[in-house]
């Protein structure tokens, strides 16, 4: 994360006691170590280096200190940033992306890192890639992301994210699929809840809801493309993703609500199910195909259980994970900025990538 030393700690404290120097000793070496960023005016920084501070912090310092220009740059890139403030303060968020760490929790609890929870191990790693691709596509070197993946395992994210919240040894980023099949549909029960908890704001962490129905959703469908015909030997699923393709071509919109893992059914436009907004968004979605789609096809009446979209399985995200790891980030990312969900795909990347902002490891 990107942590800031407020220029106020100089005054306040003009010699650390040992416990304050241990908690700036944490923040220094987690930069030292590249799991951490840090800013600083000059005076702070010449303060902290004539405090008790390691061979190593102080090197930390010093190179802020000789970069100061190009980290004042790079900081402009960023919309969240941690400042730690004297001990009289309380931990405070002011919703523009501003935490205020007083510094008496870190000589308690010297936290040094940021943990990306998520569903499974791997969708932390799809993310981190979403966040390689935000990074290439505003254009920003010298930073890197280094989060801790935890798989929280479904509808058990809300107590890994509660736990986290309540021992205060780690920074939190959570992320969840909301299972929305509509865009004013409401979020799933776990999404609400984690949510709810981030926005008490009583530690340095927070929730962000795939802005879909799920991962899948928000997958480059370019790359989805690739890694699909990539594998050669599923002929039935390339068929499958060119109805896909063809079908929502003149609206993307539903490329973010339908369910791909599954398939989404014509039944998903009826009435029947007693949801108006439900049925009117896929009507419309529809009645928008062309040439005209007025039914199945197949004689059905109302609860239709034929494929208005169908489904590319349940290893869509394990397939484009593959491919992506066989292939260059600049490669990647050619093929994601066309793609008809690459927004939703950035807005999630800024996101990871502003928790898990670091420098790269110093050399010894």
Same mark, same amino acid.
């Given at each position: 994360m990107w942590l800031e030393v407020d220029e106020s700690l100089v005054d306040l404290y003009p010699i650390l006691n040992e416990s304050q120097c241990a908690g700036l000793e944490a923040i220094a070496l987690s930069v030292f170590h590249g799991k951490n960023s840090l800013f600083a005016k000059k005076r702070t920084l010449d303060w902290m280096m004539n405090q008790e501070l390691s061979s190593a912090a102080k090197s930390v310092c010093l190179r802020v200190k000789n970069r100061l220009s190009e980290y004042s740059s790079l900081r402009?890139?960023?919309?969240?940033?941690?400042?730690?403030?004297?001990?009289?303060?309380?931990?405070?968020?002011?919703?523009?992306?501003?935490w205020e760490l007083p510094?008496?929790?870190?000589?308690?609890?010297?936290?040094?890192?940021?943990?990306?929870?998520?569903?499974?191990?791997?969708?932390?790693?799809?993310?981190?890639?979403?966040?390689?691709?935000?990074?290439k596509h505003i254009k920003l070197n010298g930073l890197i992301t280094n989060l801790t993946?935890?798989?929280?395992?479904?509808?058990?994210?809300?107590?890994?994210?509660?736990?986290?919240?309540?021992?205060?040894?780690?920074?939190?980023?959570?992320?969840?699929?909301?299972?929305?099949?509509?865009?004013?549909?409401?979020?799933?029960?776990?999404?609400?809840?984690?949510?709810?908890?981030?926005?008490?704001?009583?530690? !340095?962490?927070?929730?962000?809801? !795939?802005?879909?129905?799920?991962?899948?959703?928000?997958?480059?469908?370019?790359?989805?493309?690739?890694?699909?015909?990539d594998d050669r030997g599923s002929v039935d699923l390339h068929e499958r993703f060119e109805k896909i393709k063809s079908r929502i071509a003149d609206q993307p919109m539903a490329l973010l609500f339908c369910d791909l893992k599954m398939g989404t059914k014509f039944a998903w436009a009826s009435t029947h199910h007693g949801n108006q907004e439900k049925a009117r968004f896929w009507r419309e979605f529809i009645n928008s195909i062309n040439p005209p789609l007025h039914n199945c096809g197949n004689g059905c009446e109302n609860d239709c259980e034929c494929f208005l979209i169908e489904s590319l399985g349940e290893k869509v995200a394990e397939k484009f994970l593959d491919f992506c790891k066989k292939n260059s980030i600049q490669k990647q990312y050619e093929r994601m900025k066309t793609s008809a969900n690459s927004d939703k795909w950035l807005e999630v990347g800024k996101a990871v990538f502003n928790w898990g902002v670091a420098t790269p490891r110093s050399r010894s």
């Open positions: 402009d890139f960023l919309v969240l940033k941690i400042l730690i403030v004297g001990s009289n303060r309380i931990l405070h968020y002011d919703d523009e992306g501003f510094l008496r929790i870190l000589e308690e609890n010297p936290v040094v890192t940021c943990s990306l929870l998520t569903e499974n191990l791997s969708d932390a790693d799809i993310y981190l890639i979403a966040a390689e691709h935000y990074k993946p935890f798989g929280g395992g479904g509808n058990q994210i809300y107590p890994a994210f509660k736990r986290f919240i309540d021992r205060k040894e780690s920074f939190c980023f959570s992320i969840t699929d909301t299972d929305r099949d509509y865009p004013t549909a409401e979020s799933n029960e776990t999404s609400k809840n984690c949510r709810s908890l981030a926005e008490e704001r009583i530690w !340095v962490a927070d929730h962000l809801d !795939v802005p879909a129905r799920e991962l899948e959703n928000i997958l480059p469908i370019n790359l989805v493309e690739d890694a699909i015909f």
